[in-house]
């Protein structure tokens, strides 16, 4: 049995193998929810997507990740092919289908669609987008904090390919995470194009330091929706927290070191390089920041 996390490590649920999925404005079982090999996706890792959690038959913070859907496809110049309430609905009318009310996750991901010839060019997708919505049942199971290790995968510039961009190419942080994982760690700790850390292969990153919480100039980092929740709920609750460049001393002398996405709110990490941070376990102001954006949900969410 091996020891190996990640930061998307779930319980096993039976229910999923009986999910139905949304692909093109139908909801299919799971074994029919089947893309071609010309698709765009597929092929070139040609669209964006979004993870949404639900929480008490809601879905948390929908509307900004409408926002940055929406956005991250006029960016790609793609067209979705749906307005905001076009996937809403779909999104709703999938969660319905699954009679899901709460503990679910949902991937809702828009490619360029099916290309007519097998090559780059995004004038040979012509037959419309492909959008799929794959929701599952979804509890986080992480027995213990998280081990990281520092690669030199870096987020890159963003003439390159914008690290803000939540796009289905993501071979950079599937490189990093490997890279992590050969180490002997969970995921990977990457830096920024100056040398400053910056973020995980999966999830936005936060240090602690003398009752400060640190985080990332935001420059190279995904924009993160649990992120900016975080950042706000320091600033609503008296703790001081800093957009800053920070480097890897500052990161090994911190007292806490937390990660934050959609799917696990805000997770512990126990070791970056072997070197324990704090006291190896969740520290006081990683659970503090937890029961604030817990309650921030169940007031979103109520």
Not at 134 to 141: A, D, K, L, T
Request: glycine share 8%; hydrophobic share 35%; with cysteine.
């Amino acid at each position: 049995m091996t020891d190996k996390m990640s930061t998307h490590q779930a319980e096993e649920d039976q229910r999923n193998e009986e999910i139905l999925i949304y692909l093109n404005g139908e909801i299919v079982p799971k074994a029919e929810a089947k893309v071609s090999v010309y698709d765009s996706g597929f092929m070139l890792g040609d669209g964006v997507w979004e993870g949404l959690r639900l929480y008490n038959g809601n879905w948390a913070f929908m509307d900004e990740h409408l926002d940055r859907l929406f956005e991250a496809a006029k960016a790609i110049d793609l067209d979705i092919g749906l307005d905001r309430d076009g996937v809403r609905k779909a999104l709703l009318e999938t969660q319905s289908a699954n009679e899901m009310t709460t503990d679910a996750h949902a991937r809702l991901m828009v490619t360029r669609g099916v290309k007519t010839r097998p090559f780059q060019h995004p004038s040979l997708s012509r037959q419309g987008p492909t959008m799929t919505i794959i929701m599952e049942h979804s509890r986080p199971n992480l027995p213990r904090p998280i081990k990281l290790a520092t690669v030199p995968h870096l987020r890159g510039l963003p003439m390159t390919q914008d690290p803000k961009l939540n796009s289905h190419s993501k071979l950079n942080c599937i490189l990093a995470c490997i890279a992590a994982e050969k180490a002997g760690a969970d995921e990977a700790l990457m830096l920024d194009v100056n040398g400053f850390v910056n973020t995980t292969n999966a999830c936005n990153f936060f240090i602690v330091r003398k009752g400060e919480v640190w985080t990332s100039t935001g420059d190279y980092c995904m924009n993160g929706i649990t992120r900016q929740k975080v950042i706000d709920l320091c600033r609503e609750n008296g703790i001081p927290v800093y957009e800053r460049n920070y480097s890897l001393v500052d990161t090994y002398g911190a007292d806490e070191a937390f990660l934050t996405g959609t799917f696990g709110a805000q997770t512990p990490v126990g070791s970056i390089d072997g070197r324990q941070i704090g006291d190896g376990q969740m520290g006081a102001m990683t659970e503090r920041i937890r029961g604030l954006y817990k309650a921030l949900i169940e007031k979103e969410c109520a």
